[in-house]
């Protein structure tokens, strides 16, 4: 081997090098192991039950109540709650670990099955969404 092909063999092994380290980078701003401002919003105890064919086959009956609590990392004012794109009107309550939120399905809402949109944004205006199916009866 001589002394040319080697040190091409070297600049080419180094060339490589520094761009497979360059392709590798991670330009986001949130790589791993920094601080993602966006802070969880957790909805949880959805009132009535979900319905599920396998396991919650009920029916609820119209303008019947609906509850659920929403993290403390909500920002409470941003609540909203929509059936069939109708936006309904809710109580919010501060309960010791979060929001207890509280509402009544639509007289329009019977005979047919319904989600109950559920949004709000957190501390660092991060939207998040959830809801729940029910089955409403006439």
Request: with cysteine; glycine share 8%.
């Amino acid at each position: 081997m001589t002394l040319r092909t080697l040190l091409q063999l070297v600049l080419t092994v180094g060339v490589c090098g520094t761009f497979g380290n360059v392709w590798a980078y991670d330009a986001s701003p949130y790589a791993p192991g920094s601080t993602d401002p966006c802070t969880p919003v957790y909805f949880s105890a959805f009132t009535p039950t979900p319905f599920s064919a396998e396991k919650n086959n009920v029916e609820v009956a119209p303008k019947s109540e609906f509850s659920f609590l929403a993290s403390k990392t909500t920002n409470w004012p941003t609540i909203t709650v929509k059936i069939k794109e109708e936006k309904v009107p809710v109580t919010v309550t501060t309960i010791t670990n979060g929001y207890l939120v509280k509402g009544k399905l639509p007289e329009s809402a019977k005979g047919r099955y319904i989600r109950v949109e559920v949004f709000a944004k957190g501390p660092s205006d991060c939207d998040k969404a959830d809801g729940w199916l029910l089955k409403v009866g006439n």
